[in-house]
């Protein structure tokens, strides 16, 4: 048991993700959306927030993950953040170039800056390589792991704004590998999956009567 959670809000693609054997068992719990805003989530230590969610019902959930955070938990949000609900996340539109891959010496815009980072002991950069939605504006303090070459953060890891720690990427592979189509999002997630494991928190052990 690692305390691992992933939010499930109804669609196809994030049930064949979720329940994807492969990706099912680094998870404790499954939590129907709907559900969120009144689970009090004491047995998770980490949180993943797929993209394409209904955004109201992840306002009304809000102060569990901010919740979660505090107590220092670990919260994984994907995707589009245009009405952000996590401390700290600023969101900015950028059009998307789907079609990159088909253009003479193509670039997706997207930029390692931390190839040293221990995601990448799971991940290359072909794995983490396909086209983005928008950008993000980080904390300061804020490490970023992955940016788009015009600015803006892709990828990065907030440990400053909270007692918890934020993991926020505007990437989408549930989304893609639940659609059945875009391979790199599936070698992301069997990457991304081991390194949140070697990340998370222990939960702690439950206590026992003398």
């Known amino acids: 048991m690692n305390g691992i959670a992933a939010v499930y809000g109804g669609s196809a693609q994030h049930y064949r993700s979720l329940h994807e054997p492969k990706y099912r068992r680094w998870l404790?719990?499954?939590i129907y959306l709907p559900t969120l805003p009144d689970d009090p989530l004491d047995t998770v230590t980490a949180l993943i927030i797929p993209e394409r969610l209904h955004l109201g019902l992840l306002h009304r959930?809000?102060?569990?993950?901010h919740a979660l955070l505090e107590r220092g938990g670990t919260v994984v949000a994907f995707g589009?953040?245009?009405r952000p609900y996590l401390p700290g996340v600023r969101w900015e539109h950028r059009p998307t170039n789907f079609w990159w891959w088909r253009e003479p010496a193509?670039?997706?815009?997207?930029?390692?800056?931390?190839?040293?980072?221990?995601l990448f002991h799971h991940l290359t950069e072909?794995?983490?390589t396909w086209h983005f939605h928008g950008v993000l504006r980080p904390p300061p303090a804020a490490e970023v792991v992955i940016a788009a070459e015009d600015g803006g953060a892709i990828f990065y890891i907030d440990t400053v704004s909270t007692p918890g720690r934020l993991v926020v990427t505007t990437l989408d592979p549930m989304f893609h590998f639940g659609g059945y189509f875009m391979p790199a999002t599936e070698r992301f997630l069997d990457g991304f999956f081991p390194w949140l494991m070697e990340t998370v928190r222990p939960r702690p052990a439950p206590s026992r009567d003398p």
């Open 28 to 30: 404790d719990r499954i």
């Open 61 to 65: 959930a809000a102060p569990r993950l």
């Open 80 to 82: 589009e953040q245009p």
């Open 106 to 118: 193509g670039r997706s815009g997207l930029v390692v800056l931390r190839p040293d980072h221990a």
């Open 126 to 128: 072909r794995d983490v």
